[in-house]
């Protein structure tokens, strides 16, 4: 049957990946509700579109269980809206330089891995992150390498809950001394971050940031004696225009 309609040319795909393929830049492509075992390249500007983000909704399960990524984005003005991403090593990961990428009621939970990749020598203008679940990784929800640049990170009404690797966090945020990145102009708002690993929230680069009305609460690990609600780590670089408010911390 067809499962995947391109509802800008009226064609029909029994997958998502040869829809994405197929499409011209601007389209919409729309995954009516099922599971979907595959994994997905968006690699021009569109618009993706589930049924929901529930076990029941839209579904990409890893063709080989706790392997692959399952949506690798590397495009501008890409949207992702209303499916669930589970069972891969990376459920989502970012590549190459794009600007205006946004998920949106997305799930990214139970991968080996990470929920959300950036990866090494990324440079990201305005990720926009809202409604998303990045919980029951065995990694962190959200990590961003080295060596990657975002500049314009919005996180609104999301949850970064249970992702228990021994060392890991809700979002975790590295850089090195001859590499520092940027992690610039972030709002971090009506979000939570419960029973991780180790922390909630750790970053080695950050500026211009507001968290608000953000609850964190239990880590599970105490690997190396460094357990924190919020950890922004000075090791590398200066900070600047910080505001944390409206937030519990327990």
């Known amino acids: 049957g067809v499962d995947v309609v391109n509802v800008d040319q009226n064609t029909g795909f029994d997958q998502i990946q040869p829809a994405v393929d197929g499409a011209n830049a601007g389209d919409t492509i729309e995954a009516k509700t099922g599971t979907y075992s595959e994994e997905v390249t968006l690699d021009k500007s569109l618009t993706l579109v589930g049924d929901g983000s529930s076990a029941s909704g839209t579904v990409l399960q890893a063709p080989s269980s706790g392997s692959g990524n399952g949506i690798i984005a590397n495009a501008d003005g890409l949207t992702v809206r209303d499916l669930r991403v589970t069972d891969y090593s990376n459920g989502i990961r970012l590549e190459g330089a794009n600007s205006a990428i946004t998920f949106e009621g997305v799930d990214s939970v139970g991968n080996s891995n990470r929920g959300f990749e950036v990866r090494n020598n990324v440079d990201v203008q305005d990720l926009v992150l809202d409604d998303v679940n990045f919980s029951g990784n065995s990694g962190d929800g959200l990590r961003a390498s080295t060596e990657s640049s975002i500049d314009g990170l919005t996180i609104t009404n999301s ?44 970053t080695e680069k950050l500026s211009n940031a507001t968290i608000e009305n953000v609850t964190i609460d239990g880590v599970n690990n105490d690997t190396n004696g460094f357990n924190n609600g919020i950890d922004i780590n000075l090791k590398y670089d200066d900070y600047e225009n910080i505001t944390i408010s409206d937030t519990t911390v327990a």
């Open 159 to 202: 949850s970064f809950n249970n992702n228990l690797g021994a060392d890991q966090s809700g979002i975790e945020i590295y850089q090195s001394e001859s590499n520092p990145g940027l992690l610039n102009d972030v709002v971090i708002r009506d979000t939570e971050f419960i029973d991780n690993g180790q922390k909630g929230i750790y």
